[in-house]
Antibody, heavy 115, light 109 residues
Framework: QLQLQESGPGLVKPSETLSLTCTVSGGSISSSSYYWGWIRQPPGKGLEWIGSIYYSGSTYYNPSLKSRVTISVDTSKNQFSLKLSSVTAADTAVYYC???????WGQGTLVTVSS | EIVLTQSPATLSLSPGERATLSCRAS??????LAWYQQKPGQAPRLLIY???NRATGIPARFSGSGSGTDFTLTISSLEPEDFAVYYC???????????FGPGTKVDIK
């Protein structure tokens, strides 16, 4: 069974770049059967898809975040990463990494944007 | 862009009662509709995928139906652990995107 674990700073200053990594265990991140994604949830609110990356390396982003988001994969480490630039308080949320097609999610990590 | 609408926003029921949750898409999503359950402080848990298929380990009291634009999640008899927020989610093929509904909270009456 796949396990996913998010890691990265819990506090980011406004205007800086949020960087998170998701480590996948129990399966290969390079499998053609999988695609991977990042989803976030502001405190007390619903779920918002940030973007996805496929085994081919193709990426697809939420149009509302596209100008600030980069998702990449490191197959040698079985990890994929999220970078969100120019953050504001509105980006404060629990960030989840997931394999949406299989329903596998990490436990989530709270990222607070504050000076 | 496909928008998902869930109703009702809140459903107040007692254990043992039947819960019927609705999800409507602004345009057809075929059968690419999933349902998730989320409890406080936890990640969402996949219940149903492709509109009507139960995910591994999900009890038979959870069932999904629908296609096109109208979908339903039914919990046949609520257990105490079923009180939670439920989200529907669609997956579009091109461009590949995920969209979540705003959620329905099922709370104890």
């Amino acid at each position: 069974q796949l396990q996913l674990q998010e890691s990265g700073p819990g506090l980011v200053k406004p205007s800086e770049t949020l960087s998170l990594t998701c480590t996948v265990s129990g399966g290969s991140i390079s499998s053609s059967s999988y695609y991977w994604g990042w989803i976030r949830q502001p405190p007390g609110k619903g779920l918002e898809w940030i973007g996805s990356i496929y085994y081919s390396g193709s990426t697809y982003y939420n149009p509302s975040l596209k100008s600030r988001v980069t998702i990449s994969v490191d197959t040698s480490k079985n990890q994929f990463s999220l970078k969100l630039s120019s953050v504001t308080a509105a980006d404060t949320a629990v960030y989840y990494c997931a394999r949406p097609g299989g329903g596998d999610w990490g436990q989530g990590t709270l990222v607070t944007v504050s000076s | 862009e496909i928008v998902l609408t869930q109703s009702p926003a809140t459903l107040s029921l007692s254990p043992g009662e039947r819960a019927t949750l609705s999800c409507r898409a602004s345009q057809s999503v075929s059968s690419y509709l999933a349902w998730y359950q989320q409890k406080p402080g936890q990640a969402p848990r996949l219940l149903i995928y492709d509109a009507s298929n139960r995910a591994t380990g999900i009890p038979a009291r959870f069932s999904g139906s629908g296609s096109g634009t109208d979908f339903t999640l039914t919990i046949s008899s609520l257990e105490p652990e079923d009180f939670a927020v439920y989200y529907c989610q669609q997956r579009s093929n091109w461009p590949p995107r995920l969209t979540f509904g705003p959620g329905t909270k099922v709370d104890i009456k």
